[in-house]
């Protein structure tokens, strides 16, 4: 079964307020050069269904549920085993 | 400046109660063949570095600050602009 991965964030002109603070807050725990820092929410999940309808599921499920179109935008890939953040 | 996709999730021995109540929640909604739920962070920042350097920093940000790396694991990639979540 295909692994999916969604990545959601807040869209652009929205402000990001758990970005601003890890932004704000590196420089002082000695990390420089970081910005435009956004923060959002990872998913992965397995999805049983193969090419175009393995799509359109996803575009649904993220539609209507996990994200909210009105104030965040995603995107999805397959991953393989190896590119799991849960290795 | 390269922009870096950081995608954190609890470790695979670790409950997650999140991942689980999204799996359980989404038959009802009519989606079906859908397992293995994880959801954690993701995050997206712009780092001035490259190369070997780059990696270093980041890694050293995940293990700092970015990630509790005793229930968390993550991946990283350098990402082009249109694979932002919120292009």
Redesign the interface.
Known sequence: ?P?V?V??????EILDPQ?RA??R??PG?G???????????????????EGDELAD?VR??CA???TNPVIE???WRVIGDD?????
């Open positions: 079964m692994r991965a990545d959601v964030l807040l869209k652009r970005g890890v932004e807050a590196l725990l990390y420089d050069g970081v910005s435009e820092v956004r923060v959002g929410k990872h998913l992965e999940l397995e999805v049983d269904a599921r649904r499920m209507d549920f996990l935008s995603y995107t590119e799991r953040a849960d290795a």
